[in-house]
């Protein structure tokens, strides 16, 4: 039988395979999952938020949250609790998470470009 920590671990892996859908990367990475419990009636409590609290998707996410864990931990119940507070950022995404943007989405970190001389530009 698994112990909480494993369980939530599992929990943690399994939100990994929700992907918002207007961003496509997985609600972990960014950053939307602020809290895992177990408690001692067998409820796997997420606390989340969303990018945004006008989030078009908001019932499409917490609803794949739910059907997703029940199908996986079906002995145990999903409660999804969204917050607002702390207000999600961009920054809140993970590093895999901007790998997976590749900078994109939110504008994040450039790739440096190589610095040249006008020389470089004009002859190579």
């Known amino acids: 039988m698994k112990n909480e920590g494993e369980i939530l671990q599992q929990v943690h892996e399994l939100l990994k395979y929700i992907i918002d859908p207007e961003i496509g ?3 972990v990475d960014l ?9 001692e ?5 997420v606390t989340m938020t969303l990018t945004t609290p006008g ?12 059907q997703l864990l029940n199908h996986h931990l ?10 607002w507070f702390p207000a999600w ?12 943007l590749d900078g994109g989405f939110f504008g994040g970190k450039k790739k440096e470009e190589k610095s040249t001389s006008i020389w470089d530009r004009f002859f190579n």
């Open 31 to 39: 950053g939307l999952v602020y809290e895992l419990c177990l408690s």
């Open 55 to 66: 989030c078009p998707m908001s019932n499409t996410i917490t609803n794949n949250v739910t």
């Open 25 to 27: 990367v997985n609600i």
């Open 89 to 100: 950022e961009p920054e809140m995404i993970t590093e895999e998470g901007q790998r997976q």
């Open 41 to 45: 009636d067998k409820e796997i409590k």
């Open 74 to 83: 079906p002995e145990y119940s999903v409660k999804v609790n969204l917050v």
